[in-house]
């Protein structure tokens, strides 16, 4: 009677291990689960703010050669990076940002939280389209391994 008890506990243990076994090939890993789709963000420039701004400051850091330089970017315009392969556009500048469910604002036109969204361009490709906030400058910064770049200041049209 024992071995035949110890012959069926040993029957189970068996067949759960062969069965967990089998069941971990079958799963897939977390990485390969796709995320679920974010809805996308939508910039709506208010009237009161359109036209209003010309040009952003942004400094630009060289972190090989430990140099930071300011240059003036022409809200809309490329801007050729001297001496690199990158191209800057500032495509919007919302002096209030804000952020109201999925649409990107601006509450007023006054400057209460700048921010600049930069598309950059590395031999044509874009690598990086995002924001740069003035007050804020680490938030959801680009990592770029030679270059680092912050919102300054903003021009108003005349």
């Known amino acids: 009677m024992k071995v ?20 971990k090939g079958k799963q897939k890993p977390e990485a390969n689960r796709p995320s679920p789709a ?27 050669a430990h140099l930071k330089k300011v240059y003036t970017l022409n809200i809309g315009s490329d801007f050729k990076l001297p001496g690199s392969d990158l191209t800057l556009k500032v495509e919007t500048f919302l002096p209030h940002f804000v952020m109201e469910g999925t649409t990107l604002t601006s509450q007023s036109n006054d400057l209460v939280n700048p921010a600049a969204q930069l598309v950059i361009r590395e031999n044509g490709k874009e690598i990086y389209k995002g924001w740069l906030f003035s ?4 938030a959801h910064a680009y990592q770029h391994p030679q270059y680092g770049f912050t919102l300054v200041d903003y021009m108003p049209a005349s």
């Open 4 to 23: 035949l008890l110890k012959l069926l506990v040993l029957s189970l243990v068996a067949l759960s291990f062969a069965t967990g076994c089998n069941d």
């Open 38 to 64: 974010k809805a996308p963000s939508v910039v709506v420039v208010p009237d009161q703010v359109k036209g209003k701004w010309k040009a952003v400051q942004i400094r630009v850091a060289d972190k090989n």
């Open 135 to 138: 007050l804020y400058p680490t």
